[in-house]
């Protein structure tokens, strides 16, 4: 059971390149999550999915784009990295809005932009 | 405002002893969940406890109790029997189900565990 699946692990990007951090998870979720956490921090909300086909936008997402074409697969785009986007990126997907159902989470992408 | 506030940046406990980590949170949702994960030196999450709004008793889960005070909108985290495994992260979070079930995290509080 694989869970929810991200690559890379470490990434170090210079100023105004671009890279996507890939998430799968193969659990049937339907809702997905992308985070960051910064140093000493707890988690921010970037982007958010409840379905295939539907986004929307959390706490902080400039910088950032995401698509959900498949209900597995729920990928983050960074345009024009900047410093500031140094941080840890989690992936999270859940099954449903009630009960007790908490996130599953990826093992996190280390990223540092130079 | 906040909605999830964690006011203790470091906790050390003495192996064995219990530990009360603190946690109030911001809601005008009646129905919310909260939730305490664990963040190793290894970075991943992990999934602690779990309490909702409508439950009448404190959840348990082995060492982990949740003192959950709706009124004060407190959900402190209890470890029992603290082991040198705790040391670690601990985030409180807290699940609005009508904001496409986001969960709202904490700052965070570094447990330290003393042999």
């Known amino acids: 059971n694989a869970g929810v699946t991200q690559t890379p692990k470490f990434r170090i990007l210079k100023i105004g390149q671009s890279m996507t951090l890939q998430c799968t998870q193969d659990m049937n979720h339907n809702y997905m999550y992308w985070y960051r956490q910064d140093p000493g921090m707890g988690l921010k909300l970037i982007y958010y999915s409840v379905g295939a086909g539907i986004t929307d936008k959390g706490e902080v997402p400039n910088g950032y784009n995401v698509s959900r074409s498949t209900t597995e697969d729920f990928p983050l785009r960074l345009e024009l990295a900047a410093p500031s986007q140094t941080s840890v990126y989690f992936c999270a997907s859940s099954y449903s809005r009630q009960g007790t159902d908490g996130y599953t989470f990826g093992s996190g992408t280390r990223l540092t932009v130079v | 405002a906040q909605k999830i506030t964690q006011t203790q940046p470091g906790m050390f406990v003495q192996e064995k002893e219990a530990v009360t980590l603190d946690c109030t949170y911001d809601?005008?949702?009646?129905?919310?969940?909260l939730f305490w994960y664990k963040q190793p030196s290894s970075g991943e999450m992990i999934f602690l406890i779990y309490q909702g709004s409508y439950d009448q008793q404190n959840a348990t889960e082995g060492r982990y109790s949740l003192n959950f005070q709706k009124a004060r909108k407190s959900a402190n985290l209890v470890i029992s029997a603290s082991q040198l495994g705790d040391s670690a992260m601990y985030f409180c979070a807290m699940r609005e189900p009508e904001r496409g079930n986001q969960f709202y995290f904490g700052t965070g509080t570094s447990l330290t565990v003393i042999p």
């Open positions: 809601t005008s949702d009646p129905s919310y969940g």
